[in-house]
């Protein structure tokens, strides 16, 4: 639904910009031997304008160019249409990398000569044209191609007529081509999502940011004490490990909402539009010095009490819900130490991520934070090595 959304509000946008072309396309043929040719389209196109690559398959994402050609039995294609190497980036409003050409893209499709007789080839090919803010959608163009007579058709029409009289038979179906094979000097495009190694590279940089977040003054004590509660407060070692892990869960659940909220309220395609805005990025920039100035002391970052207190109150009941109110009074009581870093984190996962940004940046960062809670409960001897707090916490914050 949001992409077809966007879809709309790009097309509605467009309307304006559509006497203007921003794409301009050449063609001729290049003979490779006697019976084979190769049809060239050459697109020049404007400064900071694109199109989209011929392998650009996902059902979301943008339109990729696509070539058509018309049956004939004076010919048939060789492989699929190929193109010259093309640029892959993230798009944010779409969510996913894209592959996309800048400045001028060549595109070749390779044919054999059947007949022995000149004939043309015709087709129409279609290009999605954008830039940083809106798109074009021009209607399909018709080319043709003027194929001389050759000594080699005579043979081939011998060969291929059982072929060329089942295509005749079939009503001659369009033959539309928008995959490639490569050779060397050609591209070919991974038909991996590769959204999802972004997602990953998030969720990295969310769980490198969890592991520094507990070594600040703000976590780094809670862990023996959160732990020891949870062993002398259980019947039996087992109930202890299981009530470290739940509270584990609730922490992560906790941060996850969070980053799922920022996504619900604001949208990937709001974010990505903040995020290139000026006043912005400013701001982002003033936000990240005040950041800056807590860790270094100038002045500490705290909710207020009130919070802090009811949820302390309700951490002291028994079960589940005070496990929970437990895990709720950390996230409070630490926000003054993870509050820049997950600032930060969310603002670059919701601009770079897409919608799935701000998730798995929570998703690694409470992750990083949970891990020792569920770790030092199964092996309560391990708590015995950790360093006592002390001033290097405070070193530690400053240094991030």
Not at 82 to 105: C, I
Not at 113 to 142: H, R, W, Y
Request: aromatic share 12%.
């Amino acid at each position: 639904m949001r992409c077809c959304l966007i879809y709309i509000l790009v097309f509605i946008n467009s309307l304006s910009w559509a006497q203007t072309s921003h794409v301009r396309w050449a063609s001729k043929t290049k003979s490779i031997t006697a019976c084979e040719y190769e049809l060239v389209f050459t697109a020049d196109i404007d400064p900071h304008w694109h199109i989209y690559s011929v392998t650009q398959k996902h059902p979301d994402g943008p339109n990729a160019t696509s070539f058509t050609f018309a049956p004939s039995p004076a010919y048939t294609l060789l492989g699929p249409i190929k193109e010259s190497k093309p640029k892959m980036e993230l798009d944010n409003v779409f969510g996913m990398r894209v592959a996309f050409h800048e400045h001028q893209a060549v595109f070749t499709q390779r044919i054999k000569v059947l007949s022995v007789k000149p004939f043309t080839i015709n087709g129409q090919f279609e290009a999605q044209a954008c830039d940083s803010v809106q798109c074009t959608f021009p209607p399909a163009d018709a080319f043709t191609f003027t194929i001389g007579a050759s000594e080699c058709g005579a043979a081939a029409e011998r060969d291929t007529a059982a072929t060329s009289n089942e295509n005749v038979q079939d009503n001659n179906p369009p033959i539309t081509h928008t995959g490639s094979t490569i050779s060397p000097s050609i591209y070919q495009a991974d038909e991996t999502d590769l959204s999802k190694l972004n997602w990953l590279e998030i969720f990295l940089a969310g769980l490198i940011g969890g592991f520094a977040a507990l070594f600040t003054p703000c976590v780094f004590p809670m862990i023996p004490m959160n732990v020891s509660y949870f062993t002398k407060h259980s019947k039996n070692r087992r109930q202890g490990m299981q009530n470290a892990l739940l509270y584990s869960l609730f922490l992560i659940s906790i941060y996850v909402i969070l980053g799922l909220s920022i996504t619900l309220i604001f949208g990937a395609g709001a974010l990505h539009t903040l995020s290139t805005n000026v006043w912005f990025n400013l701001g982002f920039f003033l936000l990240l010095l005040i950041f800056a100035f807590s860790f270094l002391g100038a002045f500490e970052l705290v909710l207020p009490s009130t919070w802090v207190n009811r949820m302390d109150a309700k951490a002291e009941k028994k079960g589940h819900s005070g496990i929970f109110f437990m895990a709720f009074t950390l996230a409070l009581v630490s926000f003054s130490c993870t509050g820049p870093i997950i600032g930060t984190l969310l603002v670059q996962a919701a601009a770079g991520g897409g919608i799935s940004g701000p998730f798995w940046g929570m998703l690694g960062f409470s992750s990083a934070l949970a891990i020792p809670f569920g770790l030092f409960a199964a092996f309560p001897g391990w708590l015995n090595a950790l360093p006592k707090s002390g001033g290097w916490l405070n070193a530690v914050k400053v240094v991030l």
